[in-house]
């Protein structure tokens, strides 16, 4: 157990104060919303205009086949496996 909360630490995926309530949160606008400029990916800008205080590093945990911008399936995978905002 506390393996996992050292390396979701260190990935930025849990986070505390202010943080938990702004980054990746499971209650976000649709895909489509996000995705503003109508790409198909989100890029790390758009995302932070949705999470303010996402970080590089959480974004980059959430791309998981390194392209540099988030599918819709990696985005959903990733909010998927976020705890929920207290």
């Known amino acids: 157990m506390m393996t996992f909360l050292v390396s979701a630490l260190a990935l930025g995926l849990v986070t505390s104060g202010a943080m938990a309530q ?6 976000a606008p649709d895909f489509a919303t996000i995705d503003a400029d109508k790409s ?13 205080n996402l970080t590089a590093e959480a974004y980059a945990a959430a791309d998981t086949d ?9 985005l959903e995978a990733y909010l998927a496996a976020q705890p929920a905002a207290q």
Request: hydrophobic letters at 35%; a negative charge.
């Open 22 to 27: 702004d980054a990746m949160s499971p209650t």
């Open 40 to 52: 198909g990916d989100v890029s790390l800008s758009e995302a932070q205009l949705v999470w303010p």
């Open 66 to 74: 390194t392209s540099g911008s988030l599918s819709q399936a990696e």
